[in-house]
């Protein structure tokens, strides 16, 4: 991912904006911040964090959901809980 983030920064202006969306996870009761993980490397690639905004996700086909002992993805009903129930917006900015 840092590699992508380079190259965003390399191609966008300078004032420009980059978006990205990911959304926080738990993989066998360990959870995975991602949207933490990926502010640190746009700041790290250069970018500024003009702002964060997160979302709950409501009601929708995705994200589907994982069985909590596997960290797989599960059939409806055999769930233990949403593998993405919010995400976050991340707005870079280079200045």
């Keep these: ?10 191609i966008v202006r300078h004032g420009g904006r980059c978006c990205y969306v990911i959304g926080n996870t738990i993989l066998k009761k360990v959870e995975i911040l991602n949207a933490e993980v990926f502010t640190e490397s746009m700041q790290y690639a250069g970018l500024t964090i003009d702002r964060i905004i997160k979302r709950e996700i409501p009601l929708k086909i995705l994200p589907q959901k994982r069985d909590a002992e596997t960290g797989r993805f599960a059939k409806n009903g055999e769930e233990d809980f949403h593998a993405y129930p919010t995400e976050y917006i991340v707005i870079g900015e280079k200045i």
């Design 1 to 10: 991912m840092q590699e992508c983030f380079d190259e965003t920064y390399r």
